[in-house]
């Protein structure tokens, strides 16, 4: 059987920052080798204080958003100016995988070819950028987890057929938890979620600054509280320290 054809959309990656000043050139410059060729819209939506980040920016070509904070209301805002046929979403401290726009043609382009659902949205994989094996773990657990309830995090670079993301009203403005609050309006309509195999890979610096066993904790513990029915609010003022988008 011949292999399924894909077709090359355009793609907009959105980059939601705060404070971010000291890595963002290299960010874009990640993303743009890690296409192998393709041409790829970046936008950075910078909602810190004076918009530092998007003042630091010396990389060419890159649309940048003055907004303000809140990393649900940023990627808004960026989706807002971004013209690709597919938006993805990308924090600045993880890495995209070589090849990633084609492994995002497959993802959407495969369900449809063979006359099921259409794929119209989709996250990667994660892994870590630490040696630490407990970290590992922690990642292996996310990428079961995400498999199993299809609704990734923020993370592993979630993206979506424009469209449908428009036509969903974009991430919801709440402080926390948007991601997580998205992808289970996708699964209430029935819509399928790609978790690709391919992984990004994303920054440990968060674990280590908290500590692993208190970070993961934290995290279960908020996905938990917000199940059931805690107020994004309530949880942001727990969850992030001053400062953090």
């Not at 939506?45 to 060419?60: I, N, V």
């Not at 979620?193 to 279960?220: F, M, Y």
Request: glycine share 10%.
């Amino acid at each position: 059987m011949d292999p399924i054809a894909t077709s090359a959309r355009s793609i907009s990656v959105i980059i939601p920052v705060f404070g971010e000043a000291a890595i963002i050139d290299g960010t874009v410059r990640q993303v743009r080798a890690s296409a192998m060729g393709r041409p790829v819209e970046i936008v950075v939506a910078d909602g810190g204080p004076g918009h530092a980040t998007l003042k630091a920016l010396r990389e060419p070509d890159v649309a940048g958003v003055r907004c303000p904070p809140g990393r649900g209301v940023q990627m808004n805002a960026g989706a807002a100016v971004a013209g690709g046929d597919v938006l993805l979403f990308l924090h600045a401290d993880t890495r995209l995988p070589e090849g990633w726009p084609d492994a995002v043609d497959r993802a959407l382009d495969t369900a449809c070819d063979l006359a099921r659902d259409c794929v119209r949205a989709g996250a990667f994989s994660l892994a870590i950028d630490s040696p630490r094996i407990s970290l590992a773990v922690v990642a292996r657990f996310a990428n079961l987890r995400s498999r199993i309830e299809r609704v990734p995090y923020g993370d592993q670079a979630p993206f979506f057929d424009a469209g449908l993301f428009r036509e969903l009203g974009g991430f919801a403005p709440i402080p926390i938890m948007e991601d997580v609050e998205l992808f289970r309006r996708l699964k209430r309509r029935g819509e399928p979620v790609a978790i690709l195999k391919e992984r990004v890979l994303t920054s440990p610096r968060r674990w280590e600054r908290d500590g692993v066993a208190r970070r993961t904790l934290g995290n279960w513990r908020l996905r938990l509280r917000y199940a059931m029915g805690a107020a994004p609010e309530d949880l942001a003022r727990r969850y992030r320290p001053d400062g953090e988008a």
